[in-house]
């Protein structure tokens, strides 16, 4: 009998231990759901107003008597933005769908090769071209915008894509990415190729690209959407409304006279459409990617 007592001694507080152990991992589990559920709750927010004032008129938007939703949607308001003949808002969305497509292709091409380029091609002078990209990341872009434009002014692409399009097509921070990525890029795979009697253009095509898929495609997620949704280049190229794209289509909603709410709520649902297919079509890849910035050799 006094032998067994201290085994029992000693396997409580175990027990007790454990059980407090799991208390505090429920503890922390049910905090970390709240908090999520919080989070997705306020992200979701927007997205509810701008779809609920969309299928609202005016006076239900401005109006004292709140509705989580109006009891006649006004489906209506769709077909009305697009017979609107003061704005051509059709015509932005496939101006904003050439402009992004064709300037996330051009920088994923442009900014891989020349970050692949000075990671792994040997040059003496690759560490200083590397550190003058860096360089054009301090320039402010206030600095640059009216010398683009008068150069882009002076080669007559004002209402054309050329000039929505060329002037962005190198960005030294995706530069930046790329090469820090394929830094990180295991070697063997390239010296397999070479063993196979490639160079760096075949390496590059047949090798590295195919196995940086997700990196691709995080990139040009983020290219994409930076493509999409910007505003002052394209309202400064953009001068005749044939040439808008749909941010600037948006902004001809709000007039110093008027402002159309249902028309901006349901443009803006419309034209953040295009961004939730492409983030949730890669979205997988794009986590994967992000998490592939880190791979080592």
């Known amino acids: 009998m006094t032998a067994t007592m201290p085994e029992l001694d000693k396997t409580a507080p175990t027990r007790r231990t454990r059980r407090g152990g799991r208390g505090r991992n429920v503890m922390s589990s049910t905090g970390l759901y709240f908090a999520t559920a919080v989070a997705a709750f306020l992200f979701l927010v927007p997205f509810y107003l701008i779809l609920r004032n969309a299928l609202s008129t005016d006076a239900e938007i401005t109006g004292e008597n709140w509705q989580f939703f109006p009891a006649d949607l006004q489906w209506g308001n769709i077909g009305a933005l697009f017979d609107d003949s003061s704005v051509p808002f059709a015509r932005s969305l496939w101006n904003s769908t050439v402009v992004a497509v064709l300037h996330t292709?051009?920088?994923?091409?442009?900014?891989?090769?020349?970050?692949?380029?000075?990671?792994?091609?040997?040059?003496?002078?690759?560490?200083?071209?590397?550190?003058?990209?860096?360089?054009?990341?301090?320039?402010?872009?206030?600095?640059?915008?009216?010398?683009?434009?008068?150069?882009?002014?002076?080669?007559?692409?004002?209402?054309?894509?050329?000039?929505?399009?060329?002037?962005?097509?190198?960005?030294?921070?995706?530069?930046?990415?790329?090469r820090q990525y394929f830094l990180g890029f295991p070697k063997e795979l390239e010296e397999a190729a070479r063993v196979d009697g490639l160079g760096y253009w075949g390496a590059y095509w047949r090798v590295v690209v195919p196995n940086s898929l997700n990196f691709f495609a995080a990139i040009a997620t983020i290219t994409f959407i930076n493509g999409w949704n910007a505003f002052l280049w394209p309202l400064v190229i953009g001068q005749d409304p044939s040439a808008w794209t749909v941010q600037v289509a948006l902004s001809s909603y709000t007039t110093g006279q008027t402002v159309v709410f249902h028309q901006i709520f349901m443009a803006t649902a419309i034209s953040i459409l295009p961004l939730l297919f492409v983030f949730l079509f890669l979205q997988r890849w794009l986590v994967q990617g992000i998490a592939q910035t880190g791979i080592k050799g």
């Open 105 to 178: 292709v051009g920088v994923l091409l442009i900014c891989s090769l020349a970050g692949y380029g000075l990671a792994r091609i040997p040059y003496k002078h690759a560490n200083k071209i590397f550190y003058v990209v860096l360089g054009t990341l301090m320039v402010p872009t206030a600095v640059t915008f009216v010398p683009s434009f008068v150069l882009v002014s002076s080669l007559g692409w004002v209402d054309t894509y050329r000039g929505l399009i060329i002037p962005g097509l190198f960005s030294g921070f995706t530069c930046f990415l790329f």
